[in-house]
């Protein structure tokens, strides 16, 4: 296989410029010296409590961070994300139908067009046509994140990155919008760097996983191998919290 993404030694920066009483300029070490790849068509997991550096790697390889050193080589082109709160994402003026039309208008792409791509990404979402004429907060939440996913999709995107995709949602609408994403997958060859603190859910979702603590990778590799023998105390501490016996 091919891969889709290739990370080497990152390194990631951030300035703390102080305060009134705290005046002295500090850099924070964000992310260090992160290596890994993903391959064409792979669901990669990224564990790891808040803080720990997950959001900064996406902001990163979305060529979002401007303090970093290190290679990111993307083989793709387009790279959308998927994130935790779909609303904050979502313009809350603007109608579902106006918001999916958006990136397809900008493309110059004509109205009969792209009102047909649009019908059909809904359908592959699983959203009633209807939806277009309503705003964001007529929505709910597992609606909201299954528009989210299609703004990105229609941009034409291989690779998705989903930060937290299914945590802010009730048990039954993330299983929801997990059978969605591997359904998307596979119909659609699409790679997904799926982040989470949900050891379960990385169980159901991804081939393989990595471990971050403190933004270093401690470990990686296939799901069966990274649950069953771990090599971190973090991670066995984090498999313990998880109770995965029933699952592994």
Not at 102 to 129: A, W
Request: aromatic share 6%; net charge negative.
């Amino acid at each position: 296989m091919n891969h889709i993404l290739e990370v080497k030694n990152l390194n990631v920066y951030y300035t703390d410029k102080g305060s009134l009483f705290k005046k002295k300029t500090q850099k924070k070490h964000a992310l260090k010296d992160v290596s890994f790849f993903m391959e064409e068509g792979e669901i990669l997991g990224l564990v790891g409590e808040s803080g720990c550096g997950k959001t900064s790697l996406a902001k990163a390889i979305l060529g979002m961070q401007k303090e970093m050193e290190g290679k990111i080589i993307l083989h793709c082109k387009n790279p959308q994300m998927v994130f935790q709160d779909p609303y904050s994402s979502l313009n809350p003026a603007k109608r579902i139908g106006w918001i999916l039309e958006e990136p397809l208008r900008i493309k110059k792409i004509s109205k009969e067009e792209r009102q047909k791509r649009v019908d059909e990404m809904l359908e592959k979402v699983g959203l009633d046509l209807k939806c277009k004429e309503h705003y964001p907060n007529e929505l709910s939440g597992g609606q909201r994140q299954r528009v989210a996913i299609a703004a990105a999709l229609l941009c034409d995107t291989k690779f998705l990155i989903a930060d937290e995709p299914v945590s802010a949602l009730d048990v039954t609408i993330q299983a929801q919008i997990i059978r969605l994403l591997l359904k998307l997958h596979k119909e659609m060859g699409i790679s997904i760097l799926f982040i989470s603190h949900d050891l379960r859910v990385v169980y159901q979702m991804c081939d393989r996983v990595m471990i971050m603590e403190s933004g270093e990778i401690l470990e990686q590799g296939s799901v069966e191998e990274v649950y069953e023998n771990p090599q971190s105390d973090y991670t066995k501490l984090l498999l313990e919290a998880a109770n995965l016996e029933d699952n592994v």
